[in-house]
């Protein structure tokens, strides 16, 4: 079956950085777009950035300029790179995988990032 399992989170400073990664298993991950989206309790998940199977990508404002995805199709992994993260950066961070093009139909378990001084 499918499973993405996200790793990378934790604590950090405000102007820190962290790289989450994602780990894929149960489709052929060259194939499917992937996605990061971010969750915090009382607001609806959103968007953080994607890449395409050819690794066109794509951002939200908010991040744009400070984070940066990619993929590593032999290792079946995605990662999202975070530099100069910002207290408005906490969330539950997800990893996502398309059906096709960019619709996503399924996520991972999430890894908190907290950014706290």
């Known amino acids: 079956q499918v499973q993405l399992v996200e790793s990378g989170g934790g604590l950090v400073q405000p102007g820190g950085s962290l790289r989450l990664s994602c780990a894929a298993s149960?489709?052929?991950?060259?194939?499917?777009?992937m996605g990061w989206y971010r969750q915090v309790p009382g607001k609806q998940r959103e968007l953080v950035a994607a890449i395409t199977r050819v690794s066109s990508t794509r951002y939200a404002e908010f991040v744009k300029g400070r984070f940066t995805i990619s993929r590593v199709n032999a290792k079946n992994t995605v990662y999202l790179q975070m530099n100069s993260l910002k207290p408005e950066d906490t969330a539950v961070y997800y990893c996502t995988k398309a059906r096709v093009g960019f619709n996503f139909d399924f996520w991972g378990q999430g890894t908190q990032v907290t950014v706290s001084s």
């Open positions: 149960g489709i052929i991950f060259s194939t499917h777009a």
